[in-house]
């Protein structure tokens, strides 16, 4: 039984505090959804689950069935199970695809997969996202569309078989029907191995497809408010503004970046 | 390269018997040595003027005043000539542990390990090769050591002969023209296509290693050659000034490929002067790898001299620990029409210094000249460093000079990624390494580039740990 553990975990951005002291328990079979105004730590939370070095957990603890996760590398990490599908996946130029995942599958395995086994993996779990077979041959996600990367997250994940998958945001650049089809291939892996699943969406279409067993909000770095299916309803319905009021909290703002147009910059100095 | 065994003979019990001295010029260069290095050779009273000329300028000529350092260099220090088979004086137990292990772990053969490591320098590769030397001959292509070719065919190899590079170029040129020795000749007839690449491999017996190669390649008009010089296992000597001249014809609608790998063990300063001249609609490709030596400087050269010629250099400098790469290329446009792109992609790490330095150059006369330099540097660490100095010069107003160029460290966020899918610190920098090599990676023969990534993966686990 597959069980991630985050008990109290306090964690700090280039100084400053986001997460303040959040407790959360995924089981595997359970779809987690985690929801929450943006700019309150969901995206943070999951990167310091992964061990993103920009994140600085200073309080609290992180297990996987018992073991210190923080204690944990990256790739240590991944390697115990743990798999974050990325919001902003990197590009990586002049390395395929079929090279980066065959390596990432290598390095959890004691004897490297025959070729053609991989192969064959690869160029199912291709056609199953419904991507272009030449996939495997492309650079890692260089002059990928939105759409192809979040796709790609997936096929990752297909073939690397976490314990427990975390997905940020994943439904972003993705139509309705990509959506079904990644909310198809979760339900079967949940099916298959048992696969535990945190998600962050905003998108109430996505989360009806994928029937989440838990809902938690993270307001200010803490979860506030945690339920089932009827909680994400009544989000998508009233918003959050409820929340602030029943719990006493004040939701965090995002801090718009004033953006600088160049016709402003030489209005303030020539004064035109 | 190939895992075929090598028949290995006892080549230096068989010259026992004769008077070495008669083989090896004293140390340091004198004109006496320079006779002596051509009577041995058996030269043509020519070549042998030609060399006291090359001498007389080398002795006036100062060592250029730019790249890196080289006033250390004492002349008076190298031997100038060996006869190959007298180059025996190398024991195994000599050489490096460190070159020892990359063969052993690249998996080279025994015989091959030897000869790479200057143990043996017969390695007799006509048998082996044979059939494959047997239908470029059937072709009428000549493919010989530079020091054969002079003897055979003394007309064309006069005709060219150091018309390309002079002896007045540089210090190094005229040092390389006055003791040169060995290094590939080739001529390609006219409309003739080699299939496969024609690999110095084929004819190494005597005088591939050596220290002053001379490389002469005439590819006539409408002929189409690939030819790949030396491997890329590193190269063990004792010698350490290395100073080559290679010079390329390219005639008219020819098309020439020149790719090399230079892996030279640390101790070697290698200086070569690197030239073509390319002809109508004719195309010169130069895949320039540099990851060996102490001190590198080369700068493969494309003068593109008639109408719609074409130059190309796809090359790669990585410098690693007492490591300076000074390495680029040179466009040198003279008619109109014509067309250059040069990519260079350089790596420093554990305190190497690699520097790219070119230069574009559009004459008066090269009207609608058009070129592309792209320059992108990856630095490791901070103990390394790197300088780009591109010159790009145009004297007439309807040609373009496009220039890029990127320096960058490996950005944390695809370390990231690549480690939360399992991979390890190591294997992830490595794998954004050799993506970052790879536009000239893929632009080698298969079984080079195998042999490039590997080499490189384990010079990065040296440094990673």
Redesign the interface.
């Known amino acids: 039984m597959s069980c991630l553990k985050i008990d109290d975990l306090h964690v700090d951005v280039d100084g400053k505090q986001i997460l303040k002291g959040v407790n959360l328990e995924i089981h595997e079979h359970e779809t987690h959804a985690l929801m929450g105004p943006n700019g309150n730590g969901k995206s943070t939370l999951l990167a310091a689950i992964?061990?993103?070095?920009?994140y600085h957990v200073t309080r609290g603890s992180i297990t996987l069935d018992g073991q210190d996760v923080l204690a944990m590398?990256?790739?240590e990490?991944?390697?115990a199970g743990l798999?974050?599908g990325?919001q902003y996946?990197?590009e990586?130029?002049?390395?395929t695809n079929s090279?980066?995942?065959r390596?990432?599958?290598n390095?959890?395995r004691e004897r490297p997969i025959p070729l053609f086994t991989f192969i064959r993996e690869m160029e199912k779990t291709v056609k199953e996202m419904e991507m272009k077979p030449d996939l495997a041959h492309r650079?890692?996600n260089e002059g990928f569309s939105g759409g192809e990367k979040k796709r790609n997250e997936i096929v990752?994940m297909k073939m690397?078989k976490p314990s427990i998958a975390m997905l940020d945001e994943i439904d972003s650049g993705l139509d309705v029907d990509a959506l079904k089809l990644v909310a198809k291939m979760i339900h079967e892996m949940q099916i298959e191995q048992g696969m535990g699943l945190v998600v962050v969406s905003h998108y109430a279409r996505f989360l009806d497809l994928l029937k989440p067993t838990h809902a938690h909000v993270l307001v200010d770095g803490a979860i506030v408010v945690s339920g089932g299916s009827e909680l994400i309803e009544k989000i998508d319905q009233e918003g959050y503004d409820w929340i602030e009021k029943e719990y006493h909290v004040q939701v965090v703002k995002e801090e718009k970046k004033k953006v600088a147009l160049l016709q402003q910059c030489a209005a303030g100095t020539k004064g035109v | 390269m190939s895992d075929m065994q090598i028949p290995s003979e006892d080549y230096k019990y068989g010259f026992h018997d004769e008077d070495i001295s008669l083989y090896k010029t004293k140390q340091g260069l004198t004109e006496e040595t320079i006779r002596e290095i051509s009577r041995i050779k058996q030269e043509p009273e020519w070549m042998l003027n030609y060399r006291l000329q090359a001498f007389a300028k080398f002795m006036e000529m100062p060592i250029q005043d730019w790249g890196p350092e080289l006033s250390r260099l004492n002349f008076d220090e190298y031997t100038y000539y060996i006869k190959p088979s007298d180059k025996t004086e190398q024991r195994w137990e000599d050489v490096p542990e460190t070159i020892k292990e990359t063969f052993d772990k690249l998996g080279i053969p025994e015989a091959e390990k030897e000869f790479l490591a200057g143990v043996t320098t017969q390695y007799d590769s006509e048998a082996v090769y044979h059939n494959m030397l047997e239908e470029v001959e059937r072709k009428g292509v000549i493919f010989l050591d530079t020091d054969t070719a002079l003897k055979k065919h003394p007309d064309l190899f006069k005709k060219y002969f150091g018309k390309l590079v002079p002896y007045t170029d540089n210090k190094f040129a005229a040092l390389n023209s006055c003791v040169w020795s060995g290094g590939s000749f080739i001529y390609v007839p006219k409309g003739v296509h080699l299939e496969k690449p024609l690999q110095s491999y084929f004819r190494i017996n005597t005088e591939r290693m050596g220290q002053f190669e001379r490389t002469l390649i005439i590819v006539d008009e409408g002929a189409d050659v690939h030819y790949v010089e030396g491997c890329t296992a590193p190269i063990y000597s004792k010698d350490s000034l290395h100073a080559a001249v290679v010079e390329i014809f390219v005639h008219k609608n020819a098309r020439c490929r020149y790719s090399t790998v230079q892996n030279w063990s640390d101790n070697i300063i290698n200086l070569v002067t690197k030239r073509a001249k390319v002809f109508a609609n004719g195309s010169m490709e130069w895949i320039d790898g540099n990851i060996g030596s102490g001190v590198n400087m080369k700068y493969p050269a494309c003068i593109l001299a008639e109408p719609y010629a074409k130059g190309i250099c796809v090359s790669i400098a990585v410098a690693g620990k007492k490591q300076i790469q000074d390495a680029g290329a040179k466009m040198i446009h003279l008619a109109e029409d014509t067309y250059s792109n040069i990519i260079s992609k350089s790596v420093s790490r554990n305190g190497g210094e690699v520097n790219y330095r070119g230069l574009v150059f559009h004459g008066p006369k090269a009207q609608r000249a058009k070129s592309k330099v792209e320059c992108d540097t990856l630095i490791l660490d901070k103990q390394s460093r790197s300088d780009t100095i591109p010159t790009n010069v145009s004297k007439n107003k309807t040609s373009q000079i496009e220039h890029e160029a990127t320096v960058s460290n490996i950005?944390?966020?695809?370390l990231?990624?690549?480690?939360?899918?399992?991979?390890?610190?190591g294997?992830?920098t490595e794998?954004?390494v050799?993506?970052?090599?790879?536009?000239f990676t893929r632009e080698l023969p298969m079984e080079y580039a195998v042999e490039l990534n590997q080499l490189l993966k384990l010079d990065m686990s040296d440094s990673i740990g």
């Open positions: 992964m061990g993103n070095p920009k590398e990256v790739d990490r991944s390697k798999f974050l990325m996946p990197s990586v130029s002049g390395v090279d980066f995942l390596a990432a599958m390095a959890r650079f890692l990752q690397l | 950005s944390e966020e695809q990231f990624y690549l480690m939360s899918r399992g991979l390890s610190r294997q992830a794998m954004i050799m993506g970052f090599l790879e536009p």
